[in-house]
């Protein structure tokens, strides 16, 4: 089954320093790995996708199969970035990892 | 539409008494997912639907819980007999499966059971 594991329920930084939200998986095939994003009293929306090798609001995410991991990773914070991020291993049917909390401290 | 549409966007209702949310994907998805967000916790996956396949129910948490789907369009999801442990916001989502493009969420439903 594929699975998704997000280590960390709450991070919290300070507003310019680097932030990293783990997420590990576990299943075999190529992974389609994507992040979202659930700012607060927004709906919940779709970050950035690894097919796609893209930024979106400053982070980035490599797929790293050795590890087996697509952590989620920015150099320096800014408090709008304070939201919920999920991992989520594929597009298709499939479970959301528990999500972390990341408070972004001024 | 130009996004998933959820309605209502609120309901509160007794405790005992049967509700009905609505989905409305964006039109040509033909996967639709339904999940339940407590109060400061994640995802918690109930029910898929793909195309004219047999839906997933695997995520529904008891046989108060039911969904239906008429073909790729509108999904209702009811809890009969509702408890305040239903009490929830519930999230729908669409995508266009194999493209790569993800989810497309709903604003969700925010139940509370009194």
């Known amino acids: 089954a594929q699975r998704v594991t997000q280590p960390e329920k709450l991070l919290s930084v300070f507003k310019g320093a680097p932030v990293e939200l783990k997420c590990n998986y576990s299943?075999?095939?190529?992974?389609?790995l994507f992040w979202y994003v659930q700012y607060s009293r927004q709906r919940l929306q779709l970050l950035l996708r690894?097919?796609s090798r893209e930024s979106i609001k400053g982070f980035t995410a490599d797929l790293n199969k050795g590890e087996t991991s697509f952590h989620l990773k920015k150099p320096f914070a800014q408090e709008e970035d304070s939201a919920m991020y999920y991992c989520?291993?594929?597009?298709?049917?499939?479970?959301f990892g528990d999500g972390t909390t990341l408070t972004v401290k001024p | 539409g130009a996004g998933v549409s959820q309605s209502p966007s609120n309901k509160v209702t007794e405790k005992g008494k049967d509700v009905e949310l609505r989905c409305d994907p964006i039109?040509?998805?033909?996967?639709l997912y339904w999940y339940r967000q407590r109060l400061g916790q994640g995802l918690e996956f109930l029910i898929y639907?793909?195309?004219?396949?047999?839906?997933?129910k695997s995520g529904l948490p008891s046989d108060r819980f039911s969904a239906e789907r008429t073909g790729e369009s509108v999904s209702t999801l009811t809890i009969q007999r509702t408890q305040q442990e239903d009490s929830a916001v519930y999230l729908c989502a669409s995508s266009l499966m194999g493209d790569g493009n993800g989810y497309t969420f709903g604003s969700g439903t925010r139940l509370t059971v009194v």
């Open positions: 639907f793909q195309g004219n396949s047999a839906p997933d």
């Open positions: 690894h097919i």
């Open positions: 989520e291993p594929n597009a298709g049917k499939s479970t």
């Open positions: 039109s040509g998805h033909t996967a």
């Open positions: 299943y075999s095939g190529s992974p389609e």
